[in-house]
């Protein structure tokens, strides 16, 4: 059956409207806009044209799938992050705009030092290694994660944005493959969601997205408990640690930070006032 663009989209946005999405409309745009490659001005100027049997077929599955929860990102493979746009999977996490707030920190601290050497530890999409690759051209990233699909987006990535002869990618648990090595800074974005806590999480988020992405054990802090404690198989404790952390995480995290010799630490919040980034130094710190 041959369709307009337009009906198309009126089909989709009606059967979005079925489901538990907010913004079916919108959500019925983007995906036709995926779907054929154009933006949503063209399609609104081309809205009496045919739309070919292929893109029927794509945009008719991604509805069908979006309905009941997918993520956006996935079926469509990609997800802005800082103005760039990255290649996903449901191998990794989905950059979020809270983690933007990590690179720009990180960023903003590291811009004067001559060659930083960073560590990003549990890389995911690339998202965090990558931006900073791009944003600090004087640069070299070590980039590590246990799993090895998580790693070959983030290659993907790095080689996307031209930034892949700075950035190495390493497989590997948290520390372990760099023991002994020196690094400026090391930034994270671990799991951090209480084990607990994952059944109440937005169904889009837990039935889709890499449980092993979020999960931050018992109470949620697991990895910032390793990530502090096993600074000690590095060379030397870095200058600088940077992480996203959970809600109402934050004095737990600056203990741990404070616990091993990181004096000057600064929290950093969202624009709901949420303290999403905790920064630790052991010297005195540039706060914004
Ligand atoms: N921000 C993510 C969420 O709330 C969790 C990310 C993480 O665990 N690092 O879904």
């Known amino acids: 059956m041959s369709l307009t663009i337009q009906e198309a989209l009126q089909r989709a946005s009606f059967q979005l409207r079925q489901t538990s999405l907010a913004q079916p409309r919108r959500e019925a745009e983007a995906l036709l806009c995926a779907a054929i490659g154009k933006s949503l001005a063209w399609v609104y100027a081309h809205g009496e044209e045919i739309m070919p049997d292929k893109a029927v077929d794509i945009f008719t599955r991604w509805v069908q799938r979006r309905g009941s929860g997918e993520p956006y990102a996935y079926l469509c493979g990609e997800r802005e992050f800082l103005g760039l746009p990255f290649t996903v999977t449901p191998a990794v996490l989905i950059p979020r705009p809270e983690t933007e707030l990590l690179v720009e920190a990180v960023v903003q601290q590291l811009q004067n030092i001559k060659s930083p050497r960073i560590l990003d530890v549990g890389v995911g999409s690339g998202a965090i290694a990558v931006s900073l ?38 497989q590997g648990d948290l520390y372990a493959p760099v023991a002994s090595e020196e690094f400026t800074a090391v930034v994270s974005n671990p799991p951090y969601i209480p084990t607990a806590e994952i059944v109440r999480l937005d169904a889009t988020v837990k039935d889709y997205e890499p449980r092993r992405a979020l999960d931050g054990g018992p109470d949620g802090l697991t990895f910032y408990r390793r990530l502090a404690g096993e600074l000690s198989t590095l060379a030397a404790p870095p200058s600088l640690l940077a992480f996203e952390i959970g809600e109402g995480q934050g004095s737990a995290i600056i203990n741990l930070c404070h616990s091993v010799g990181y004096k000057n630490t600064c929290q ?6 949420i303290a999403r980034i905790i920064l630790a130094e052991q010297r005195e710190m540039e706060t914004a």
């Not at 690759?133 to 994660?145: E, F, G, N, S, W």
């Not at 950093?268 to 006032?273: E, F, K, T, W, Y």
Request: proline fraction near 5%; hydrophobic fraction near 50%; charged fraction near 20%.
């Open 133 to 170: 690759a791009t944003l600090l051209p004087q640069a070299t990233i070590t980039a590590v994660d246990i799993d090895p699909a998580a790693l070959s987006v983030a290659a993907q990535n790095a080689k996307r944005h031209q930034v892949d002869a700075r950035i190495r990618f390493l």
């Open 268 to 273: 950093i919040s969202d624009l709901a006032g």
